[in-house]
């Protein structure tokens, strides 16, 4: 039997997302919890990513998970092995999470002892990139197999995001995947944001992205 | 320069879309042209899988491509090099098409002298599989790389659809892609459902693919 709760997320009731997402960051602020909220397509790695940031970052924060599935409980019972508290998430066919029902998530996990929570989105690289979630930063994950245009295709989510992980670097040779080019779209879009080569298979690359999340986090926290 | 005609589409102006989309299959039947709706993620390879789908009946039918790319020319520019009549439907940021705005597109096209129609749907396995488009078939692509659980996640898209392309197998050596599981999980959903696994890059099942297609289109346009 497995040990986490589902929540069915409601239809938020606000008319002004932006303002509910800028309120959530600042009750964020005052528990000392920080928000990231984690993108890509299906299939991209999110919670293998997850995982492997789960593990490297356990020893020194207090980790929740908010999954929004769709419609199953596979990644909560994924995650709930790594030792994190999770819960799953049940958005009843929605294709993206707003503030007002990332916060009812929030209060579905329980924030007061969580120095990191984090939000992993709907599978989708159109619609959550179209709603602030309240998070202090969004990330993204694009894998090789996707292609390295994809910046030219789904724009408004490489625009928004603080970080870049390009992920599934380990099949780099069995795809036709420029990274250069790949690094150059997205900085056209989006010239501050980091871009940071993983597999979160076999672990490359995670350092670097685990060791900017937690200098984020102490620097939200402090 | 290139010669396809980019579209802005509008929102549809229809209430019920389920009673468009019956309406709009009429029309097509009475024009004998066949309406495929191509479905997938990004980067699953969809325009890839045109090119090779195109090669292989371009000879035996007219053939007019609607591209509802988000926000770039990329994938129009690439099908126009096949031969088919190809239009870019700009739609604005929008995450799924609907039988109204799908009108609009053939009307762009143009469906006098069209055989087959394919609209390569936006990338996105979440919305577009909630809006009839109005095709006669829906057909979807799964790649390798995304993983067997996806019909777990996505389970209306892969309710929906007529046939499921397995694409990319040429990788399957290198991810823990198991096929039996991906046939059960969608079966289980949509006992109907055609699965056929190709590599639109290489070739196989391509053959397998345009006989049922061409099939289809003969029975529709007859």
């Known amino acids: 039997m ?12 606000f008319e002004n997302n932006d303002r509910e997402a800028d309120k959530l960051r600042e009750e964020l602020k005052a528990e000392k919890t920080f928000l990231l909220n984690l993108m890509s397509s299906p299939g991209s790695g999110k919670t293998t990513t997850l995982m492997a940031t789960i593990a490297a970052l356990k020893d020194d924060l207090r980790i929740g998970v908010m999954e929004a599935d769709i419609d199953s409980d596979v990644d909560a019972a994924t995650i ?31 924030t007061d002892n969580i120095d990191l929570a984090i939000l992993e989105n709907v599978g989708n690289l159109v619609c959550p990139a179209e709603f602030d979630t309240g998070a202090v930063k969004n990330a993204m994950i694009l894998s090789v197999p996707e292609g390295h245009d994809k910046p030219l295709k789904y724009p408004l989510m490489f625009s928004i995001c603080d970080v870049l992980l390009i992920n599934k670097i380990d099949v780099m040779p069995y795809f036709d995947f420029d990274l250069d080019k790949c690094r150059e779209y997205a900085k056209k879009l989006n010239p501050n944001i980091k871009i940071i080569p993983i597999s979160a298979k076999h672990g490359d690359g995670i350092g670097e992205w685990t060791d900017w999340l937690r200098s984020q986090v102490a620097e939200w926290n402090k």
Chains 1, 2 share one sequence.
């Open 2 to 13: 497995e040990g986490f709760r589902v929540l069915e997320i409601k239809k938020s009731v």
């Open 80 to 110: 709930e092995k790594s030792g994190a508290k999770v819960i799953q998430l049940h958005t009843g066919g929605m294709c993206h999470l707003d503030a007002g029902m990332t916060k009812q998530g929030l209060e579905g996990l329980g």
